[in-house]
Structure formats: C-alpha cells, structure tokens
C-alpha cells in the first residue's frame, strides 16, 4: 500500500515517521524544498525529542519529496498533514487543505482513500470530497476520512506511537477497514470509529475542553491571590478527584501554541457564523487567556512602573518546554511591552532562541547560560518551565542580579524552597516572598 503523507510540519512528519515505525511505507510530500533537502540529509526541521533518531531507524521506509506527480502517482491513501492557521476573524484559514486538494485531483493515477489530520472545522472533510470529487470529473473515485491528531509538541513521538485514543471518522466500511488496517500494529482498545463529523468535532471539543480547564484555574489562581489561598495546594486537591483529573491543572500565565489559540477562535467562530450559537464557555476561556498573558507585567509594574533603562533577565522564550515553537507564546505579548519601555533584555532559551532570533535579530541580547542572564539585572522574567530553570540553583538570583525581583509565570518553584533566599518572589496564585 502505498502512503503518502502531505505536509512535513509537526502533524505531517511526525505521523509519517510513526507510520513507519510501525512497518509502513510512507512518502512524505511537501511544497518547500528547503525542508525535503533538509529532510534527504536526514535532518528534521522541527525540534522534537525522538524525531531524528526514528527518521534514522526508517529510512528505508520513509521517502521524502517536493514532487508532488512522484508523490501522488500509484498513492492508495493520502494523509493531508497541512496547517490551517487562524484567520483575522478567528475562523481557520483552509487554503494550504484546498492546495493539497487540488494537487491530489491533478496527480493522482488511481482511486484512492484521502485523510484528514489537519484540524479543519466541522463539515470541512464532505466539503473536500466533493472539491475533489468534482475536479477529477469522474477520472478517478476519491473517499474521504477524518483521523484528527492528539499529539502534543514536547512529547508528539510518544504521543503518537503509544496514542491514547485513535479517532476515524469514515462513511464506508472500506475506509474504515483501511485505517484500521494501517493502524494494526498501533493499540486496537483505543480506536475510536465514528462518522465523519463526529471525528472532527472530537479534535475541537477535546482542545477546547482543555483549554477552558486551563482558563478555569488560571482564574482561580488570580482569585487564590485576592483571597489568600495557594494554588499549587488547590489544584492537587481538585486533581485527586477522578472526575476532574489531575492533568492540565497547572496554573501560569495562559496557554499558547499552534493549537488552543487557533482551535477555541476556530470553533468558535463557526458556531456563530454558521448557526448564531455562542459558546459561552469557549469564549471566557479565550477572554480570561487574553488577559492573563499580560499578569506578569501587571505584577512587575508593582516594582516598576516603567522598565526604561533596566536590565530584564528572561528565563525561556517558548510556549512550552521542550518545543522551539513560539507560536503564541506568552513572551511575544510581553517582550515588545518591555522593549517599548526601553528595557535591555537579556534571555535564555536554549531550542527557543533561533526562532526568536528571526523576530527579535538586535534587539535582545541572546545569553549562553542562566549565569550570563541573571548577571547585573533589575528584574527577571520566567515565560517558560524549562528544567534548567526548575533545576537551577536558586541562590544564584541573589549572587548575580542587581536587584534579584524574579516574577514567576510558570510557578517554577515550591515557596518552601523560596522563602528564606533573599530575593523577592512573585508567582501565579501564591503568596509574594519578599525578602528584600
Ligand atoms: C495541544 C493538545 O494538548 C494536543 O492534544 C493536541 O493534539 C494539540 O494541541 C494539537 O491540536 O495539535 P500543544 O499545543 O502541543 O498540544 O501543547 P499543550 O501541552 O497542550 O500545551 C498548550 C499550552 O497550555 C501551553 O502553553 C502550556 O504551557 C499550557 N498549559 C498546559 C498550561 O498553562 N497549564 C497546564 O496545566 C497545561
């Protein structure tokens, strides 16, 4: 059977490179030659723990190219692995699907089955069939199926090999059984199999889901701030119970990423374009993550009420550990806030900083260690949970800045661990240290 996997970014790679892993032959197809050359000398474009080495292990199965009539000639199923970035009106911009669309109606040589990983909105894959279906006006017979993605950034090769839940969303027994049938060395037990629909409301309704518990807990930790509660204390207490669970409970300051951002607008925006509904929920889940991505100049501007000629120590610039992802990432609303002050930034994160570098080449000074960061600052900001700054020693904010004020977006530290070092400690949901 042969697979082609349209697309080469976290979704499209990493699916193709597990598809392998498991046995099958996979040709990844992509529009940039850059990253297929990249790819050929068997580097990955994307930083993701384990994704080389698989890359490594399957060459032999794997094939990458930017031909798309070598890619697409003799393919039995195409899995269509493109971004679909948010719109300025917050609905999911569709074009890099309908481009892929329309290279599979131009260059495919026989009927085939066409997946849908892509996050796309609800009713998108019938939309794509018919597109399909009419452009190659009756050559050959193309079937549509929606397989949404679970993967997460950080930890997307584990995540897809040892999937928790495998969604297929079909209209025919033999999509389903096809799926099925590349799937069989995955775990059966998790398989989901629904229509169409279905599958593709699952993807939304699980990272809405997940990022309204976020928003949920960010607002309690702004509430266990005014009250004089602790959040770390009332989320284990929450999380103990099963029916509320003690993932995704960790509050900071707001989710970023290609994918909550995105998808929460995506839907909706769908919901009240398409069917005037509005989804109370979803959208305080978006107002509260708006505002919370600001709470940590909000708390530094209790120290300083300008940043003008400071020197501001920031420990991680991603949106998450373990990712060179910046997309929506909290420091991108809070660095052009210190720089407009007139600020010098000192940061340090060491996957995050090339990408960084393309938006911000001058304008910050990129260090080489926590050492040379904290070294003569007024202030330091934590954007991102990394190990090396849960792990550092934590009296070295005292020894090297100038003024050690540390404000804590991602509560790095336990206050047990703070309380009798000299610095002064704001985080998110817990009392001030100041022992200043
Ligand atoms: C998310 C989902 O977790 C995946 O299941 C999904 O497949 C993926 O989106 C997608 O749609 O492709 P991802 O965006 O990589 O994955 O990252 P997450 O680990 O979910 O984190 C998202 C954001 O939430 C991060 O900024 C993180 O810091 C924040 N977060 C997460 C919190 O603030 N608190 C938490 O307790 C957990």
């Known amino acids: 059977m042969k697979i082609v996997v349209s697309g080469t970014g976290y979704v499209g790679l990493v699916t193709a490179v597990c598809l392998a892993e498991k046995g099958n032959e996979v040709v990844c197809y992509d529009v940039v030659k850059e990253k297929i050359d990249m790819l050929n000398s068997g580097k990955s474009p994307i930083y993701e723990e384990h994704l080389e080495e698989l890359m490594h292990k399957n060459k032999e199965r794997i094939t990458y190219t930017d031909d798309k009539v070598i890619a697409y000639k003799d393919a039995d199923v195409i899995f269509i692995g493109v971004g679909t970035p948010e719109k300025k009106d917050g609905s999911a911009n569709l ?5 892929v669309a329309d290279d599979i109606a131009e260059n495919i040589t026989k009927d085939c089955l066409v997946v849908i990983k892509s996050t796309v909105p609800i009713g998108t894959n019938y939309k794509v069939e018919k597109y399909i279906t009419n452009k190659l006006d009756g050559k050959h017979k193309i079937e549509i199926a929606s397989n949404p993605e679970f993967l997460a950034q950080g ?15 079909t209209h025919s027994k033999w999509a389903e059984d096809t799926l099925k049938s590349i799937y069989s060395k995955f775990d059966k037990s998790v398989l989901v199999s629904t229509d169409i629909n279905s599958a593709e409301m699952i993807k939304y309704a699980s990272n809405d889901f997940l990022a309204l518990k976020i928003s949920y807990i ?14 770390e204390d009332v989320s284990k207490g929450m999380g103990l119970d099963s029916r509320i669970g003690n993932k995704f409970l960790n509050a900071g300051i707001g989710y970023g990423g290609s994918c909550f951002p995105k998808d929460t607008k995506a839907l909706h925006t769908l919901a009240n374009n398409l069917y005037d509904y509005e989804l109370k929920t979803v959208k305080a889940a978006i107002e509260v993550n708006a505002n919370q991505k600001l709470k ?3 708390k530094a501007r209790k120290y300083y009420e300008t940043f ?8 991680g610039l991603a949106f998450k550990p373990n990712t060179d992802d910046l997309r929506e990432a909290p420091s991108l609303v809070n660095i052009p806030i210190i720089l407009e002050d007139g600020a010098h930034i000192k940061a340090y994160d ?5 990408n960084y570098k393309k938006i911000y080449p ?3 000074e990129y260090c080489n260690s926590v050492e040379e960061t904290l070294k003569d600052t007024d202030i330091c900001f934590i954007f991102t949970e990394w190990d090396f ?7 070295l904010y005292s020894k090297l800045m100038k003024k050690p004020i540390i404000i804590d977006g991602r509560n790095c530290y336990k206050l047990e661990d703070v309380k009798n070092k000299n610095i002064l400690y704001e985080s998110i949901g817990r009392d001030t240290i100041n022992n200043l």
Do not use: F
């Open 389 to 395: 700054v849960k792990n550092m020693d934590i009296n």
């Open 296 to 298: 940590l100049i909000r």
């Open 218 to 231: 960010n607002e309690i930790a702004n509430l266990c701030e005014l009250v004089g509660a602790n959040i």
């Open 155 to 169: 930890t997307a090769v584990r995540d897809t090999l040892e999937a928790q839940r495998i969604v297929i969303g």
């Open 350 to 354: 060491p996957i995050g900083e090339k």
């Open 95 to 99: 074009e890099y699907i309908y481009k």
């Open 308 to 315: 003008n000629g400071l020197n501001v120590a920031v420990l």
């Open 362 to 364: 001058t304008e910050i």
